[in-house]
Nanobody, 121 residues
Framework: VQLQASGGGLVQTGGSLTLSCAAS????????MFWYRQAPGKQRDFVAS???????NYADSVKGRFTVSGDNAKNTVYLQMNSLKPEDSAVYYC????????????????WGQGTQVTVSS
């Protein structure tokens, strides 16, 4: 299974961006997907998550500004980011918890390659 993230870019303060992350491969089932971000010199932090059933969770720093959504048929997760601030600048990574045949009882973690988001002041 591979994860491909896209949608990053340069935006002004107050602007919006939408990130997407698609899982591809054969004989797998996505259980949940996550977004993390990492700014230079800092640790990788949780941003948002969504389960297959649609339950969502957000970091306090993005609540009310970011919205995570998913398309189970496309094995894709989206992160709509509004009211962006310079402190949102980071490399955004997607992560997925996946059951992959034939060992479907086992949940594996996969990471995407990251996409850069830069918010100018």
């Amino acid at each position: 299974v591979q994860l491909q993230a896209s949608g990053g870019g340069l935006v002004q303060t107050g602007g919006s961006l939408t990130l997407s992350c698609a899982a591809s491969g054969r004989n797998f089932r996505v259980e949940s997907m996550f977004w993390y971000r990492q700014a230079p010199g800092k640790q990788r932090d949780f941003v948002a998550s969504i389960t297959r059933e649609g339950s969502t969770n957000y970091a306090d720093s993005v609540k009310g500004r970011f919205t995570v959504s998913g398309d189970n048929a496309k094995n894709t997760v989206y992160l709509q980011m509004n009211s962006l601030k310079p402190e949102d600048s980071a490399v955004y990574y997607c992560n997925a918890q996946i059951r992959e045949a034939p060992r479907i009882r086992e949940v594996k973690q996969f990471w995407g390659q990251g996409t850069q988001v830069t918010v100018s002041s």
